[in-house]
């Protein structure tokens, strides 16, 4: 074949063009053309490729500009696909297509993420082998064993799988929905219970515990000895907390709320399929902190004088009661049925980079202008120590402005707008990306959230149509 001039068959759309043409990008598929090639026929002398003909005319355009322009008209992963089988490097893509073709990978990765965090993908359909086909290429042997496994799997623990579904899955069935609701409903009296504890409103004598004689209970003291303790020794909600119990109403219903809470956490550990996930999950986390905190903090409430005999146990049930205002995280279980809920959580699940990119830009800054700020206002007794200015440093920069500590001195002035202004800059940066992963991950949940939609519905007409 001495000519110069070549003939290509692609899809039976005949190409023709030169050899020296398909040498102007070497290694690629049709440089290396002859006639040992599986696709020349030697009876025609023309080349036969089962491939798109529309296509094919821009890969025959790249080797005549020497780089390559992505179609807006064809999905960027089909011609993506089209240059690895003519083995043309992805290095030649013009950089005008940059965005389309990688734009539409970081969607996908969203796609993917919003999948694999789907509420329903395990258990009502497999997502991810619906949308990404490549991943369902199964030999049928093997899926047919994999049927068998599970069926096994489903006879031996199918009563615990049924339990399972019940707690954490809402869409399950109606008890199951019920049951969401109704412990929504406990977590949100669990919180009020929790807002007006120590409301004067809803404390009466001790009752919970008897009284030793020589305790200081507020309600045996007549008005100049218990505003002595009050003024003197100790605040108002410490005598509140010390000296009465709460409402007999509220105490039952706190207790209700520990022991719901508690049942509900022993059971989900008993049935979960995958014990260590489940402890890998911050949501169950939060849980098992939350009945801990509760079974002390009513532990020590029936038995107040231990409080009075050690000051550090005393700190200790304050500390436990603080913990014991995670429940209203619980709350968050309205991601099972408030999908934007969900994705809110994941959002800044996948922007971990950027809040520690904004954690660690912002701490750098509290520590620079915490030392101007220092050096600044040395003559003056506003700032005595670093720490102090550390700390106005963080009110500045987040705008708060307390006015506790503030600068007096010119070169402080000027410390302190500059500081003001750098802080809403530093802050705005990174959130603004934040903002941005939100975006498109809600923007993907809602296609795939429709796209979900329509196939059942086209399930169910198919269905009906049997």
């Not at 290509?8 to 102007?24: C, E, H, M, N």
């Not at 919970?208 to 045996?220: F, G, I, P, Q, Y």
Request: aromatic share 14%; net charge negative; with cysteine.
């Amino acid at each position: 074949m001495g000519s110069d001039n070549i003939t290509i068959f692609v899809g039976s759309v005949q190409f023709k063009t030169t050899r020296s043409l398909l040498k102007a990008i070497d290694g690629t598929l049709l440089s290396d053309l002859d006639e040992t090639c599986n696709q020349y026929d030697k009876e025609e002398n023309v080349y036969n490729f089962d491939r798109d003909p529309e296509l094919f005319r821009h890969i025959l355009n790249s080797y005549r500009i020497k780089e390559v322009h992505i179609p807006r008209t064809v999905c960027p992963f089909v011609y993506k696909k089209e240059l690895q089988f003519w083995k043309i490097p992805i290095q030649l893509i013009a950089p005008c297509c940059w965005q389309y073709l990688y734009e539409s990978e970081s969607n996908l990765e969203d796609l993917k993420i919003v999948v694999n965090e789907d509420n329903n993908y395990k258990t009502n359909w497999n997502a991810k082998n619906y949308i990404f086909p490549e991943t369902n290429l199964v030999p049928v042997t093997e899926k047919k064993q994999e049927k068998e496994k599970s069926s096994s799997n489903e006879g031996k623990d199918g009563n615990m799988s049924k339990v399972w579904m019940f707690l954490e899955e809402p869409g399950s069935s109606t008890a199951a929905k019920i049951w969401y609701y109704f412990y929504i409903f406990v977590v949100l009296v669990s919180v009020v219970l929790y807002l007006i504890w120590l409301d004067p409103s809803f404390r009466v004598p001790r009752y919970l515990s008897t009284l030793s004689e020589d305790s200081a209970d507020v309600l045996r003291l007549n008005s100049s000895a218990y505003n002595y303790l009050k003024t003197s020794l100790y605040n108002e909600k410490i005598m509140m907390a010390g000296g009465t119990d709460p409402h007999p109403v509220m105490f039952i219903l706190d207790v209700f709320s520990f022991v719901f809470f508690t049942f509900e956490l022993f059971l989900s550990i008993c049935v979960c399929p995958n014990k260590k996930e489940y402890f890998y999950d911050l949501y169950n986390l939060i849980k098992i902190i939350v009945c801990i905190s509760m079974t002390v903090t009513l532990g020590l409430e029936i038995n107040k004088d231990i409080l009075k005999e050690d000051l550090s146990v005393a700190r200790f049930m304050i500390f436990c009661r603080a913990l014991t205002s995670l429940r209203l995280l619980l709350i968050f279980r309205l991601r099972k049925i408030f999908n934007s809920l969900h994705i809110m959580l994941v959002a800044l699940k996948h922007s971990l980079k950027e809040l520690m990119l904004l954690l660690f830009t912002f701490l750098v800054l509290v520590v620079i202008y915490a030392c101007l700020i220092f050096s600044a206002e040395i003559e003056s007794d506003m700032f005595p120590n670093t720490q102090l200015t550390m700390w106005w440093a963080v009110i500045t920069m987040t705008t708060v402005g307390y006015g506790d500590f503030y600068p007096v001195s010119t070169f402080g002035y000027i410390g302190g707008v500059v500081c003001a202004i750098n802080g809403i800059i530093v802050l705005a940066l990174p959130i603004a990306a934040i903002a941005g992963v939100f975006s498109n991950l809600f923007s993907r949940n809602s296609e795939f959230q429709s796209h979900k939609k329509a196939s059942e519905e086209e399930k169910q007409i198919l269905a009906a149509t049997k």
